[in-house]
């Protein structure tokens, strides 16, 4: 049997397709006989599509990265879809047209109206290699390319078996795929490694044995009852109609998570015009599902879609994948795709990792309730960039989102993070029911005091999901679910296939209303604008604590504390405290604490929030020590015989 695996556009051209190197090791492992190989279209586009356009890296990361909210990407090749080089051409430029540059729109129309051309040879090279079965992996913005290159290869050879599966594809949004493409021969829904091989088993009892080069034959040839036992399986009975079978309800057990094989992808990449645009990275996968979604589903949240069930392999094993991935392919930069970090792996694998020998950069998804010392060890094992979904620095609005962390402990992720040298990457969210002005007026007011921790890459209102609570749970304020109105731009659907194809919904707006969304918009693109120049760090010097700023907002340099109350302050408040807590930890009355902390406060010493205060100093590093210590000595040397008021922290401005 020769089988297929296509990766089309928009996916990402720095990583290799998880999927596909997931289901080739699993196809070769269960099915030795097959003969497996991927086809990496969206490589493919890039060589083929830098031909007929000024189309450059900036361009393909506006696709697959910046647009998926939009549409963009899917509605490309909607046009190859319906062989239809002005499909909704008009419907598309009236929408968009407020929302992109005079570039942006006439690269859309221009790749739109090329996109049949390039899906009609992409589909004229995959017959030519004469195979049985041809897979389709479906995440993000991939579907429309994928569903038009699966139609013109039936086009051209009706009997070779079409296959979609992935994200795109799981629940009912795999069974619309199945129900209104009849192109697609089988839909694969939930985790591929265990069922499309007893797909291809099924498959291949039906094929001539003489000579494997043959045509298949005719597709619906498998009988109903080697089909009917495969979980989560659409497939078309013997009158054309559809059929889904159940899905499973047991979640793969981790030590049934096969390893990625991603030989074709850098052989690949060398061959192709964007091995000058990216260093390729590696992406891994220790775990699957969500150890706190399992307890607490966070409302807006979409991922893991049929299975929350956390499970993760064993660290020894995860090791072992990630150092023979690194020695085969010679790459250290990797992208771990675990929605969450197993927080067993920050003693267990993490420590191996950072005794390993190799100079690994990672990126993870990890919880920002993480301590310092767990921050430190991220670091330490080589991860360079986190995802720990901050969202929002308000705990009243954290709380509507069921996020179980407060605003202060996710300042303290961004400070530990900056200690540390990791960078965050997180959106400010907003859009809840039942949050109001006042849970984001006082978070915009205390943004410049933040500018020198990494800042929010945007802020957004949230969109609408499936599988998320605010999807499937009306009660929690979200009624009259419609599907965005991308989809109606992209497919020639009725509404209610348009509800089950969908993973994106529209829906009356909640929550502050656009004046509040607005400033805050201002303040975190001031927020950004700021990052690169501002700095504020601290170093205990044990009798006392002396911290360096540079900040727009804020005219000191450099500040000392020196009285041994605030000293013990400025500790406790590592972590969040209410100054009831510190008044008892340190035997300190209330009302000094009340003006210390207003006073820090106004200095951008503090974050406050929810009754509780944390201060948002990192430790000071190399170049920052260097400066404390000069301007340390340069105060001792200086003999101005200035003495700070009683009480009252000393202030030096930096030269």
Request: proline share 6%.
């Amino acid at each position: 049997m020769r089988v297929l695996l296509v990766n089309t556009p928009w996916t990402s051209i720095d990583v290799p397709s998880l999927a596909i190197g997931i289901l080739t090791n699993s196809v070769r492992q269960k099915l030795p006989d097959a003969e497996v190989e991927a086809v990496h279209a969206n490589l493919d586009f890039v060589d083929w599509v830098v031909d007929r356009t000024e189309f450059g890296l900036s361009d393909y990361y506006y696709y697959s990265l910046f647009t998926y909210f939009a549409g963009c990407g899917d509605w490309v090749f909607s046009s190859a879809l319906y062989d239809d080089p002005q499909w909704r051409v008009k419907e598309f430029t009236d929408r968009v047209r407020t929302q992109m540059t005079e570039r942006e729109l006439a690269l859309n129309l221009e790749l739109h109206r090329l996109a049949p051309e390039f899906v009609a040879e992409l589909a004229d090279r995959i017959v030519a290699r004469k195979p049985d079965v041809v897979g389709f992996t479906s995440t993000f913005q991939q579907n429309a390319a994928a569903l038009a290159t699966a139609r013109a290869v039936k086009q051209r050879a009706p009997g070779i078996r079409t296959v979609m599966g992935g994200a795109n594809c799981d629940g009912e949004q795999g069974a619309a795929i199945h129900r209104n493409f009849s192109f697609v021969d089988y839909v694969v829904r939930g985790e591929g490694e265990a069922v499309f091989p007893r797909l291809l088993a099924a498959i291949g009892a039906t094929l001539p044995a003489a000579d494997p080069a043959e045509p298949a034959d005719p597709a619906g040839a498998v009988p109903a009852d080697a089909l009917t036992g495969i979980e989560g399986l659409c497939w078309a009975d013997a009158d054309g109609r559809s059929v889904a079978n159940p899905m499973s309800s047991k979640p793969l057990p981790p030590a049934e998570i096969v390893a990625p094989d991603y030989g074709g992808y850098f052989e690949r990449l060398a061959a192709s015009r964007a091995r000058n645009w990216v260093e390729p990275r590696l992406v891994v996968e220790g775990a699957r599902g969500c150890w706190w979604g399992e307890k607490h589903h966070c409302t807006f949240c979409g991922l893991n879609g049929s299975f929350m069930q956390f499970r993760s392999k064993h660290p020894g094993r995860f090791y072992d994948e990630i150092i023979e991935l690194v020695e085969r392919h010679q790459v250290l930069d990797m992208f771990v795709v675990d929605n969450i970090l197993d927080m067993s792996y920050v003693t267990s694998l993490l420590p191996r990792l950072t005794e390993s020998g190799y100079d690994l950069r990672l990126q993870y998804e990890i919880k920002s309730n993480m301590k310092g010392p767990q921050v430190q060890a991220l670091a330490d094992a080589g991860l360079v960039s986190v995802q720990p979904g901050i969202e929002s620095l308000n705990s009243r609005v954290l709380k509507l989102m069921d996020k179980g962390v407060s605003g202060c402990l996710n300042i303290r992720m961004l400070r530990d993070a900056e200690t540390s040298g990791i960078t965050i990457a997180w959106n400010y969210l907003y859009g809840f029911p039942g949050e109001t002005e006042a849970d984001y007026l006082p978070v915009i007011e205390q943004m410049p005091a933040l500018h020198h921790l990494c800042p929010a890459d945007g802020s957004t209102r949230i969109a609408i999901e499936r599988f998320s609570p605010f999807f499937v749970r009306p009660e929690l304020g979200f009624t009259d679910l419609r599907p965005a109105a991308q989809y109606r731009l992209i497919y020639d659907l009725p509404e209610s296939e348009l509800m089950d194809l969908a993973y994106l919904f529209d829906v009356a707006p909640q929550g502050i209303d656009g004046a509040t969304a607005d400033r805050l918009g201002r303040a975190v693109t001031e927020w950004q604008h700021e990052y690169a120049r501002s700095r504020l760090t601290h170093h205990d010097l044990g009798d006392e604590i002396v911290l360096v700023s540079r900040r727009k907002h804020f005219d000191w340099h450099l500040l000392r504390l020196t009285d041994p109350v605030e000293v013990a302050v400025f500790r406790q408040l590592d972590q969040p405290h209410s100054i009831a807590t510190l008044s008892r930890r340190l035997s300190v009355d209330e009302p000094f604490l009340t003006a210390l902390l207003r006073r820090w406060r106004d200095l951008g010493l503090v974050y406050e929030d929810a009754g509780q205060f944390i201060q948002i100093a990192p430790q000071a590093m190399n170049q920052d020590l260097l400066r404390i210590d000069h301007l340390h000595l340069e105060r001792e040397a200086a003999e101005t015989g200035a003495a700070a008021g009683a009480g009252e922290p000393a202030v030096l401005s930096a030269v």
